[in-house]
Nanobody, 117 residues
C-alpha cells in the first residue's frame, strides 16, 4: 500500500503563488507516476499535472505555463508550484499516484486552494 499526504493549500489573492507538497510512504518503489488532480464545487475531478518516474511531465492546458510539477530527490515527494493563480483555480487539490500492481492507484485526502481577493 501507498499513503499520500498533501500539504500547502490555503487562501491566496489572484496573481499570487502557492506550493503544494505530497509525501508518499509505504510501498513507494511500486510508484510509476505521481500527479495532481483538482475538483471544484459542482465539477468533475480533473487532471492538473503529472510526472513519471523518468521525469516526463504533462499539464492541463488551463495551467500550462503557470504551474510546475516536480519530484523530490528521493522520488517519494511531488510538488506543485502554482504561480499567477486565478479564481478559477479554486478547488480541492488531490495528490495521486499510479503503481505497478493492484489497486493501481492511490489518492491523498485533498487540500483546499482558494484564490480570492
Amino acid at each position: 500500500q501507498v499513503q499520500l499526504v498533501e500539504s500547502g493549500g490555503g487562501l491566496v489573492q489572484p496573481g499570487g503563488s502557492l506550493r503544494l507538497s505530497c509525501a508518499a510512504s509505504g510501498d513507494i518503489f511500486s510508484i510509476i507516476l505521481m500527479g495532481w488532480y483538482r475538483q471544484a464545487p459542482g465539477k468533475q475531478r480533473e487532471l492538473v499535472a503529472h510526472i513519471t518516474s523518468s521525469g516526463s511531465t504533462n499539464y492541463a492546458d488551463s495551467v500550462q505555463g503557470r504551474f510546475t510539477i516536480s519530484r523530490g530527490n528521493a522520488g517519494n515527494t511531488v510538488y506543485l508550484q502554482m504561480n499567477s493563480l486565478k479564481p478559477e483555480d479554486t478547488a480541492v487539490y488531490y495528490c495521486n499516484c499510479n503503481v505497478n500492481r493492484y489497486p493501481w492507484s492511490y489518492w491523498g485526502q485533498g487540500t483546499q486552494v482558494t484564490v480570492s481577493s
